[in-house]
């Protein structure tokens, strides 16, 4: 069940992200150098957010599954009055983030946008963030960047699996649209890490459109379903952002 700190917490975060997201957000370019400098409570995120709107990048970004309680801080309203140890409100560590890269002196963008993600995922893990990352670029020129190690509940490092690498079966109904789809595979991957994933609201905009004719069926890994159902609804980023204290994945597509 879902805690009343924990319910408020989610409210707040939905309600504020694309706001607090705007004002903190930047990249810069002068010369032969860009920066990315971002402080929020999801610096990886909002850094890559932040290099999509400016360099118009397609990137899906899937965040660990935070387990370790140093991993974590403590938002908990102090008029809130617990009903046992466990029942607090938590969000993922973050903090400030910038990181320098080369630009064309011609065309202001990086001659290799995956060269940059790397440096931003290294200068993330450098700052001893929560979780470890990689970057792969798909057929699709798609990028995904996903979680590969994490910290277990006794702060040991251990392997994450990704869901957005795992196989799921796309089935289109006659009459289905993409939000349809959508919600069979996001129950599938829910099934497989056993935990909820749940939409975020900006995940209904655009996804009223028959899927029928406009996706593929059968069994490909869901970054690429994703990506796909990214492209067909005109969205040119995804993200599965993790609650750790409800075990929860908010899925939504948008900047």
Not at 17 to 29: D, F, K, R
Not at 154 to 170: F, H, I, K, S
């Amino acid at each position: 069940m879902m805690r009343a700190g924990s319910l408020l917490q989610m409210a707040v975060l939905l309600a504020s992200w694309p706001l607090a997201a705007e004002e903190q957000w930047g990249v810069t370019t002068s010369g032969g150098t860009g920066v990315v400098r971002v402080d929020t409570a999801s610096p990886l995120l909002d850094a890559l957010c932040a290099l999509a709107v400016k360099f118009g990048w397609k990137i899906g970004f899937e965040e660990a599954r935070i387990q370790y309680l140093g991993d974590m801080v403590d938002v908990t309203s102090p008029e809130y009055v617990p009903k046992s140890k466990d029942d607090r409100a938590y969000i993922t560590r973050g903090g400030p983030l910038e990181v320098k890269f080369a630009v064309s002196p011609r065309t202001g963008a990086p001659a290799d946008p995956e060269a940059v993600v790397r440096l931003v995922i290294a200068s993330y893990q450098a700052r001893g963030y929560p979780g470890r990352y990689e970057v792969r670029r798909a057929d699709d020129g798609w990028m995904l960047v996903y979680p590969v190690e994490l910290r277990n509940s006794a702060g040991v490092w251990t392997r994450a699996e990704a869901l957005a690498l795992v196989p799921v079966g796309v089935e289109i109904g006659e009459r289905e649209d993409l939000q349809d789809v959508l919600d069979g595979v996001r129950k599938q991957l829910g099934a497989r890490c056993g935990c909820h994933v749940g939409f975020g609201p900006v995940a209904f905009n655009s996804l009223f459109r028959p899927a029928r004719g406009a996706l593929r069926e059968g069994e490909v890994d869901a970054h690429l379903f994703l990506d796909e159902i990214g492209v067909v609804a005109g969205f040119s980023f995804w993200r599965m952002v993790w609650l750790p204290d409800m075990k929860l994945y908010m899925f939504a597509f948008g900047l």
